[in-house]
């Protein structure tokens, strides 16, 4: 078919770009696109080639890598080392078998060896009478780079191959990697010394086999796992693959063991299935499987085309990275009132779903990618994982130059914006925040805070989607007459319930603090404000100078019970639940000794006789401290079924250990 003029175009366009990132990756290590934009340009450019007859000798569609760095001594591979051909369906995997079997002219099962496609750089090992004489890189398949003063540091890799005799050569041929682990290592220590943080490992894996100072790879946590062998002299090859592997690994190379051999396609189907079911569990990195004809005389027999063997083929998972655009970033409030930038993207199709959106985590997060609105970016889903912009592509390339803003105010009630830690923003209105509406009513209801039974989770839910209930005063407005006709409630509950709100009226004010959900402040700081203050006029009307005085209330904690009661709304929502008839006695502030006075707790295990909150509680009102660790500071570790290393701390320190029929006698007697 004579091709148009705007095809010819194309095509040659496409060969100018490929030829482009084939340089960026192969060569220099930073490509700019991911695999998958990538495959899909080779795959456009290889269609209009077979559709036009434009195919040509030096098109990249003929090509495995890109052409050696000048800077590297040239290595000529005695033996070309191929690239794969791809396929990403059962359709063509079954079709690539019925190519092997008519090629082959039989009609019974083939037998393959399965193995995981590691994401990695592709390198020889040419051991001369079992010494490690010379490694390179794979290059463009015909002529690599010298990277033996590298090779040499990775730890895995032996220099001198066990058993082998004088007069052989062998190269052998693997993947060079970094396992998972070992990439955030890395990271982790590049952000300890202030030094480059490393986008993926495979990039870093490249750059760091092709350092000119072998000292700086040896800082790399370089991996290798074998998949062939090149040049044979002087030794007698195994008969299969399965053989091969054994070989190799008698001799001390490493070899990956999550390799398998499997009888026909539907064999490498089920093998394909599983491996991706574990993708995510697996400590190295991996973008499919690699299948292959496991009889070595098999393999000679079918032979390669220009840049691919017949008898093994890649087939490809869900490309976990893509490239997408950002559109907009917005500001989301969370039920907890942490406020978090959410970035739109241009909906793009990686690990397996189209992704619209992805979350940015925080300012620090937005800095550190030096993101701005409308940049190109890579988007990585791994299995499950919740999408994430990974890094910027071109930046210097967006003119808009739109820098993404944090808020003053919170998106959903328009409350001020505080700083929680040194990264978040949190929304400073709390229980009457809209956007924080169903957590706040779970915490007012739960049995440490008004202990009201039967108003559980899923209830409040539903009393919120049904409009029954918008915030907690208006749990104390709830009528048995709109609760009854409720799915699944009825009269007669709906008349406990009832109940249970009226009972919770009658509170104490430690409890009813507590029940407001200020940032930070639990049970024993909402005794200590109320040990301090008296009521709950005089903390609304405390300074933060004033709150710091209390006992183990320091700054942070200190204005966000400022801010909590500075709020109008807040203090408007309090008047109307006490309006509503909820009360508690007073607290007299000059009796406050009580008999756990300076006394230090630890709960640890199952109580089966009381929650633990209710312990906690029922403690913290005779004075104790209830903490969460066990130290030489801990008077008392009350140990239930399961208290597990606690009790082994609190023995070692010879810290008293009562079990749950101790304690309660031991509070019998305080009472």
Partial sequence: MTAPAKIKQEVSSLREEIEYHNRLYHSLDAPRIPDADYDALLLRLQRLEEIYDLATPDS?????????????????????????????????????????????????????????????????????????????????????????????????????????KHSTRLEVRGEIFISKSGFERLNERGKREGKKVFVNPRNTAAGAVRQLDPKATAKIPLEMFCYNVGVVDGLKLPTSLAELFAELSAYGLPVNPDRKTVKGIDGCLTYCSSLLSKRNDLIYEIDGAVIKVDDLYAQQALGQNSKSPRWAVAYKFPAEESSSRVLEVEFQVGRTGTITPVARLDPVFVGGVTVSNTTLHNMDEIKRLGLRIGDSVIVRRAGDVIPKIVYVLNSEENNNHNEIIPPSHCPACDSPVEKDGDVLLRCSAGITCPAQKKESLKHFASRAAMDIVGLGSKLIEKLVDVALLDSVADIYELKIEKLAVLDRLGPKSSQKLIQAIEKSKTTTLPRFIFALGIREVGEATALALVKYFGDIESIANASTEELEKVEDIGPIVAQHVSAFFSNKHNLSLIQKIRNSGVQWPHFDTKSTRKPLNGKTFVLSGTLETMPRNEAKAILLSLGAKVISSVSKKTDILVAGPGAGSKLSIAKELGINIYDEREFLSFLDDLR
Avoid: W
């Fill in 60 to 164: 990249p569609s003929n090509r495995v890598g890109s052409a050696p760095l000048t800077q590297f001594v040239q290595v000529d591979h005695e033996i070309a080392m191929l690239s794969l051909d791809k396929v990403s369906d059962t359709k063509e995997l079954r079709d690539f078998e019925k190519r092997i079997k008519k090629r082959l002219g039989v009609k019974k099962h083939v037998t393959y060896s399965c193995e995981p496609k590691v994401d990695g750089v592709a390198v020889s090992l040419l051991y001369q009478d079992g010494i490690l004489l010379r490694a390179a890189t794979r290059g463009d398949g015909k002529t690599g780079e010298d990277i033996t003063h590298n090779v040499k540091t990775i730890r895995c890799i032996p220099l001198k191959l066990k058993g082998l």
